[in-house]
């Protein structure tokens, strides 16, 4: 008799506590991000770099003499294009990789290879429409040349800035 009683008594505590544990673990959520990969960061960074001097290289020429035609810039447009290319190519090889490593937890690190290769296929199709509107018009003004530079390199910083961050969780 004595145990019903207590065992009563307890029940609020017990189930407070089933309560306060179940909304504490519920809250808590392990996010697992895919190794960092010292090539993505390079090939961002080649590609900022190569962005930059093909942005630079128009914004010296001279709009009067006719020195921003599209013809005159298609190699280096294409070497850019190539370049991001590679890189789409490096995260969806990690991707991969990933798939075949990770069992348990699979969905979480996909999920942000998938944003990094979303991000990458964005700029990729960023640049390319920058490029026709380069060949469409034969030139570029320097208000163009400011903004597609601006654009693409804070697409590029946002893949190079989550690649980074996954360096600096490892190494704490």
């Known amino acids: 008799m ?32 895919p190794q960092y990969d010292a090539k993505i960061v390079v090939l961002t960074e080649l590609s900022r770099k190569s962005v930059d001097k093909l942005y630079d290289a128009i914004q010296n020429a001279t709009i009067e003499s006719n020195e921003r035609a599209f013809d005159l810039f298609a190699c280096q447009y294409e070497s850019v294009e190539d370049e ?17 490593r990770i069992l348990l937890c699979k969905k979480t690190v996909l999920q942000f290879d998938d944003y990094m290769i979303t991000t990458c296929d964005s700029t990729i199709t960023m640049f390319e429409r920058y490029k026709e509107i380069h060949r469409n018009r034969n030139m570029l003004n320097d208000t163009h040349i400011c903004r597609h530079r601006g654009n693409i390199k804070r697409m590029l910083k946002t893949l190079l800035d989550s690649e980074e961050a996954k360096e600096e969780k490892v190494d704490k």
């Open 2 to 33: 004595k145990t019903a009683i207590s065992e009563k008594r307890h029940r609020p505590f017990l189930v407070l506590a089933l309560v306060v544990s179940f909304l504490s673990l519920s809250a808590c959520r392990v996010q697992l991000v």
């Open 84 to 100: 991001l290319q590679l890189l789409l190519q490096t995260i969806q090889e990690r991707k991969k990789r990933n798939e075949a």
